[in-house]
């Protein structure tokens, strides 16, 4: 039973931006997590039901963007001036309640979408 699937990925490179779509059962808190090769895989940021957005990866301060359209089932995050240490498989999880940027608090996952930042 899929309950969430992400999109847009790819091969970019550096210095460009990519839009990552979360859909499916996007209700309440949504957070976007990536996982390096060889590395744990860490929370980037969340949007709570009522909008409120938390961003959570240092190295990506001011370079993420999350967003929710609740007409389209799907949360959204934006990603500008991509470096190659922002490669890694995107996720996106959902819980309840508040959003949290330990993975361990989400119940559902996605398949991820790869990104690749290469030149």
């Known amino acids: 039973q899929v309950q969430l699937v992400e999109s847009g990925g790819g091969l970019v490179q550096p210095g460009g931006s990519l839009t990552l779509s979360c859909t499916g059962s996007?209700?309440?808190?949504i957070g976007w997590f990536r996982q390096a090769p060889g590395k744990e895989r860490e929370g980037v940021a969340c949007?709570?039901?009522?909008?409120?957005?938390?961003y959570y990866a240092d190295s990506g301060m001011g370079r993420f963007t999350i967003s929710r359209d609740n007409s389209k089932n799907t949360v959204y995050l934006q990603i500008s001036n991509l470096t190659p240490e922002d490669t890694a498989v995107y996720y996106c999880?959902?819980?309840?309640?508040?959003?949290?940027?330990?993975?361990?608090?989400?119940?559902?996952w996605g398949q991820g979408t790869q990104v690749t930042v290469s030149s």
């Open positions: 996007t209700y309440g808190p």
């Open positions: 949007i709570s039901s009522s909008d409120r957005t938390s």
């Open positions: 999880a959902g819980r309840s309640y508040l959003c949290s940027r330990d993975r361990v608090a989400y119940i559902r």
